[in-house]
């Protein structure tokens, strides 16, 4: 089945600082791959996504990148401020006929140090 | 428009029995999806259900059950409880199939 590799596990940068987390998959047939951010106490919120037949995505200070031939997809963060500092989950589709089946990484620790 | 809900927020229960736990999906949507996270084993999903149906279920022992109500709203049970049990319990909407999972505060489950 669908196996999601997330690195690095934490992560520790310097405000004004770029972040990137990179995930990579198993499953060729996945086709949609959201990110979402974890605060404490709260569940996990979407912040971007990006489908297979996209290279590439930017919303003001976060990009994500899609590799298909390599099956990796990585969150890059720029101009980071203390409130990016939360647990960021990657996540890929399982390939399906139907359903909405979502395998997800094991998270990464970012702490933005002001 | 509001998000996901769901109730309790917190619960405590003690192991053999049962609990029921209640999701709220985002007005409109059809799908809803449940997800246990827990430290060790990060989120992992249980199953989903779109128009009452349950199209997918994750491997999980049978103990764990759901059902969907006409009005997309959802329950997700867990007889027999176990000390393993406790986790944080994530319900996510959406519209359907390749559409966007929005999630909502989860009910945090512990079993003494």
């Known amino acids: 089945g669908e196996n999601v590799e997330q690195h690095p596990s934490t992560l520790s940068v310097q405000e004004g600082d770029s972040a990137v987390i990179k995930c990579t998959y198993s499953d060729s047939a996945s086709n949609y791959f959201p990110w979402y951010k974890q605060e404490l106490g709260k569940g996990p919120q979407l912040i971007i996504d990006i489908r297979s037949n996209v290279g590439e995505k930017k919303d003001q200070r976060i990009a994500v990148t899609l590799n298909k031939t390599a099956k990796h997809f990585s969150l890059h963060i720029t101009e980071t401020q203390p409130e990016d500092s939360a647990v960021y989950f990657c996540?890929?589709?399982?390939?399906?006929?139907?359903?909405?089946?979502?395998?997800f990484g094991p998270g990464t620790r970012l702490s933005v140090l002001p | 428009k509001a998000g996901v809900t769901q109730t309790p927020r917190y619960l405590i229960k003690t192991r053999g029995q049962q609990v029921t736990l209640s999701c709220s999906p985002i007005?409109?949507?059809?799908?809803v999806s449940w997800y246990q996270q827990t430290p060790g084993q990060g989120l992992q999903f249980l199953f989903e259900?779109?128009?009452?149906?349950?199209?997918n279920k994750g491997n999980f022992p049978g103990r764990f059950s759901g059902r969907q109500f006409s009005n997309s709203r959802s329950e997700m049970n867990v007889s027999t409880l176990e000390l393993g049990d406790s986790a944080l319990y994530l319900c996510a909407s959406s519209l359907g199939q390749g559409t966007t999972q929005y999630f909502g505060p989860g009910t945090r489950l512990l079993v003494l």
């Open positions: 996540a890929a589709s399982i390939g399906q006929n139907y359903g909405q089946n979502f395998v």
């Open positions: 007005s409109g949507h059809r799908s």
């Open positions: 259900y779109f128009s009452e149906t349950q199209r």
